[in-house]
């Protein structure tokens, strides 16, 4: 299917490709990989493919985070009670917010999750920690508070409320969660590029986890060594991280080849042939790619996202401008005689020769020109990378192509919110409710839609309202076909085998 995709909408030449982390995916990367070779030989990937699989990292952090919160403290249990007791009617929310109120708690109001979402976990408990003395109000004011926790659901008692060592954990918890949390907002984000940013990430990542491993609180400890087992497996000591991330950190302007290896001296500490080894492979592949991108640049091949557009946005110079000459020499001397007389002028034989010398010593000297320049200040976090591409691109002409290109890669497949499996998302009577301002809009936007029957005098409405009956039995049809298997696809779709 993304083969015929390609073909259909005329796309030949392909950069990367980010996906999850299915088995699947290997095989139609490479699948994909051949295909395009095929058509189009060298000139349809760069580098021949090896760096086109990009793995998604909002994944790849979900499974390392949901390896260490196999079972979740009980103290998740407890707060999540009382929060599902204070969302479960208008009235205790009503009484909540009072309670809030004569404790002086700030704005708000607290969120409940989805137990199989660890980033909704997150998020209701870090709420539910700015309300903790509304919470301890709740149990002295309202009655029906500590009934409902003398009560069964699932033939079970409630645990609860929460107590002092409650939300104790909790804090631990939310301070656990937090380094993970952002970074899942920074891999998915849609409006910036991530690229550049994701390899610092990953080796805060592996810092965090270092530091919690070695926590005196037991619970942690053991968590983060589960979370570093799954780490391992896809971002072990960078030798399974595609190493195009590790480029896109090099281009960026405030970074270059020392953060690299300051990160690798973390990675590998006291090991300096690691270090230096990893260094070196580096810097080679960064050649390579000039290389790469600068025999793309000789053949007219434009960047694999489009036209450069160098010479004219840029003040850079392509090359049929750089050998220009006022005598207009023709490349045969013989004219109209034979082909056998037929010879090149000594001349342009000359010119194409040092064309490739030069071509060759600007691309050298444009890849260690912008490794000695001065590096951006590092500490500016709002610096621009694409601006400061536009603004030095004339500079690095070649460089200014592979940044275009890298800087483009997303290193997550979707939005934060849905970097979660879909299918462990759960209905029930405390998430499936509309809040009035809801209702309120949705019946608006039902009056805005079906305002045609009012402003087209010429509209059928007996037809539009047959057909809507229509539509309307049809959906109570499949609705009472469904009914049956509802309670064998919610055991279904509970599990999911990473």
């Known amino acids: 299917m993304i083969v015929a995709c390609l073909q259909d ?45 990009v793995r998604c990292c909002a994944h790849i952090l979900n499974l390392i985070v949901v390896s260490g919160l196999g079972e979740l403290h009980a103290s998740v249990t407890v707060i999540r009670n009382a929060v599902k007791y204070v969302r479960s ?57 500590e009934a409902y926790f003398a009560e069964k659901e699932n033939n079970v ?49 592996e810092s965090s986890l270092t530091a919690l491993q070695e926590s005196t609180d037991p619970w942690v400890s053991s968590m983060a060594y589960s979370m570093r087992e799954k780490f391992d497996k896809y971002w072990e000591s960078t030798g399974k991280i595609n190493k195009m991330l590790i480029i896109a950190s090099i281009l960026d302007p405030r970074a270059k080849m020392d953060f690299a290896k300051h990160i690798f001296e973390i990675i590998f500490g006291n090991d300096s042939l690691m270090v ?24 007219s091949t434009p960047s694999m996202y489009g036209e450069s557009g160098l010479s004219g946005s840029y003040g850079g110079t392509s090359s049929s401008q750089r050998f220009t000459t006022e005598a207009n020499f023709v490349d045969v001397a013989g004219g109209e005689y034979d082909d056998a007389f037929q010879v090149s002028r000594p001349f342009l034989g000359y010119a194409r020769k040092v064309s490739v010398q030069n071509e060759s010593i600007r691309v050298v000297s444009e890849v260690e020109r912008y490794l000695k320049d001065p590096v951006e200040d590092p500490s500016n976090l709002k610096l621009n990378v694409l601006l400061w591409w536009r603004v030095n691109g004339s500079r690095y002409p070649i460089l200014e192509k592979i940044a275009r290109d890298v800087f483009a890669v997303p290193v997550s497949t979707v939005a934060s919110e849905s970097a979660f499996s879909t299918g462990h998302r759960i209905i029930d009577k405390y998430t499936s409710s509309l809040a009035p ?62």
């Open 9 to 53: 909408w005329g796309i030949e030449r392909f950069f990367a490709i980010t996906v999850d982390n299915a088995t699947a995916n290997d095989i139609a990367v490479g699948y994909v990989t051949m295909q395009l070779l095929s058509w189009r030989n060298d000139d349809a990937l760069v580098l021949a493919g090896q760096y086109m699989h």
């Open 89 to 145: 009617s208008s009235m205790r929310l009503r009484t909540f917010k009072q309670c809030a109120e004569q404790v002086n708690c700030p704005k708000g109001i607290v969120v409940l999750d989805c137990p199989t979402r660890w980033n909704s976990t997150y998020l209701m408990l870090m709420t539910a920690l700015k309300f903790q003395a509304a919470f301890d109000r709740m149990a002295e004011v309202d009655k029906p508070y």
């Open 157 to 205: 008692r409630r645990v609860g409320p929460p107590g002092p060592d409650d939300w104790e954990s909790a804090e631990r918890i939310v301070k656990f969660l937090k380094v993970f949390y952002d970074a899942t907002l920074l891999f998915s984000a849609s409006l910036s590029v991530t690229s550049n940013l994701c390899y610092d990430t990953i080796g805060l990542i």
């Open 276 to 299: 230096e080894q990893m260094t070196k492979a580096v810097k080679d592949l960064l050649n390579e790619f000039y290389d790469a991108y600068n025999a793309f640049s000789a053949s």
């Open 437 to 498: 301002a809801m209702v309120e809009a949705l019946i608006c936007t039902e009056n805005w839609l079906q305002s045609k029957l009012f402003a087209n005098p010429v509209y059928n409405l007996q037809e539009d309202i047959k057909e809507q009956m229509f539509h309307m039995e049809l959906q109570e049809e499949l609705i009472r076909s469904q009914a049956s298997t509802v309670e064998a696809v919610s055991a279904d779709i509970g599990v999911m085998d990473v």
